[in-house]
């Protein structure tokens, strides 16, 4: 998966993290919030590779 789709997926789980906090899941919330900013910094690190080559 190219960078881009890791950006988009990252942004996603970001934008749906608070959902979970709405519908008073915060476990959910929680784990979707750190997967998503976990996929921005892979995102971010494979970016950088990709540009280097």
Known sequence: MHSTGIFILGILWLLLSPLWFWAENTAMGVIWLC????????????????KKQ
Do not use: C, P, T, Y
Request: cysteine-free.
């Open 35 to 50: 997967a998503g900013i976990l996929e921005l910094i892979v995102a971010f690190i494979k970016r950088k590779k990709e």
